[in-house]
């Protein structure tokens, strides 16, 4: 059985302080998800928070960043509508990426062995040209490789090659480099 009153935030660094964290979501939640801020002001933001993002990065409303400290994007990357990074650990985007609408990239988790479920977080790494499809979720510890495509609707649970497509069933096959 869970023995969830023993539950703790041990290992778990949100790295930066409680009025920082409380700045950023009041300015996440009335700013930068609204449809009416400039998807160039969303980058400012990210960046003003401490996220390290490259040139040329396109991010559209409804997007939800845990912990922008613990984003960094590369260049000429595009973040869909309702993307959610739910970066308790670190996620690190390439370049020309793209995160379609309503993906989610996930680094936290609990131990479902742990009486007290512990977290099991793990950061989660992007690389170049890889696509996260419209509902896709990248969960904690996985790599997307280069060029790689993480399917509509797929869970991907563990590293997903360069040039591999998984499908929402799991299946996995190679796909040729974008020309």
Known sequence: MRDLPA?????????????TQALWFAVMNTLFMSWLCPARLRVALLRAFGAKVGEGVLIRHRVRVLWPWK?????????????????????????????????????????????????????ITVEDGAWVAVRATVLPG??????????????????????????????????????
């Not at 690190?92 to 993906?103: K, M, R, W, Y």
């Not at 649970?157 to 360069?162: I, K, R, T, Y």
């Open 142 to 179: 996985v790599t997307v490789g280069r060029c790689a495509v993480a399917g509509a609707g797929s869970v991907v649970h563990q590293d997903l090659p360069e040039l591999t497509l998984q499908t929402q069933d799991g299946r996995r096959r190679p796909v040729e480099e974008p020309k």
């Open 7 to 19: 539950f703790t935030l041990a290992g778990y660094d949100k790295g930066r302080g409680f009025l």
């Open 71 to 123: 984003l960094e994007v590369g260049d000429h990357t595009w973040i869909g509508e309702g993307a959610w990074l739910l970066n308790l650990e670190p996620v690190t985007i390439g370049s020309h990426v793209c995160l379609s609408q309503e993906s989610m990239l996930c680094t936290g988790s609990h131990d479902h062995r742990a009486a007290d479920f512990r977290y099991r977080n793990a950061p």
